[in-house]
Structures are given as structure tokens and as C-alpha cells.
């Protein structure tokens, strides 16, 4: 047997560290990349199965008569009258006079 060590490689050392930080990073990128897929599937879902629950509350049929109370609200619309405001038509003014004359 021979006391002699066996020469190491100069670059084993900065490719174990190099290892060390790469893998984690990795491990938890993908992680994350796989928890998000799984955070969207089930927003998606939940989204659906929402839309297919209240689906049946806002269908419309227009050959349906409405309630008497809605038509009654209808009616009360159409009969208002438009009343003028702020942004209604301002009142003649009288003829602009020149001083200098």
C-alpha cells in the first residue's frame, strides 16, 4: 500500500457548490410552477360549477310575460317625465351692447 492521495480535479469543488444552490432552486421553481397549475385548475372549477349554479336564476325567455309588478314598474318608467335640470337649456340673454359707441 502506498501513503500517496489521489489528485482531486480543480473544478470539483465550484461544481458541488454549483449543485448545492442549482438543485434547490430548481426543485423549488418547479414546485411552484406545479402549485400554481393546481391553484388555477381548481379556480377554474370552482368557477364552473358557479356558473352552473346560478345559471338557472338569470335565464331569460322573452316569450315569457313578466310579472304584473315588473310590468307595473315598466309602465311607471315610460310615463315620467323628463324633468330639466342643471343641463337643461339656459334662458335667452339680451342682445350684447358695444360700451365704446
Not at 3 to 17: F, K, Y
Not at 70 to 94: F, H, N
Request: net charge negative; proline share 12%; hydrophobic share 40%.
Amino acid at each position: 500500500m502506498s501513503n500517496a492521495t489521489a489528485p482531486t480535479a480543480p473544478g470539483t469543488a465550484g461544481d458541488s457548490l454549483v449543485g448545492s444552490v442549482l438543485g434547490p432552486f430548481l426543485f423549488l421553481t418547479l414546485l411552484g410552477a406545479v402549485l400554481a397549475a393546481v391553484m388555477y385548475v381548481q379556480k377554474k372549477r370552482r368557477s364552473e360549477r358557479l356558473r352552473h349554479r346560478l345559471l338557472p336564476m338569470y335565464s331569460y325567455d322573452p316569450a315569457e310575460e313578466p310579472p304584473e309588478s315588473e310590468q307595473e314598474l315598466l309602465v311607471e318608467a315610460e310615463e315620467a317625465q323628463v324633468v330639466s335640470g342643471w343641463g337643461g337649456p339656459s334662458p335667452p340673454r339680451p342682445p350684447h351692447r358695444d360700451w365704446r359707441a
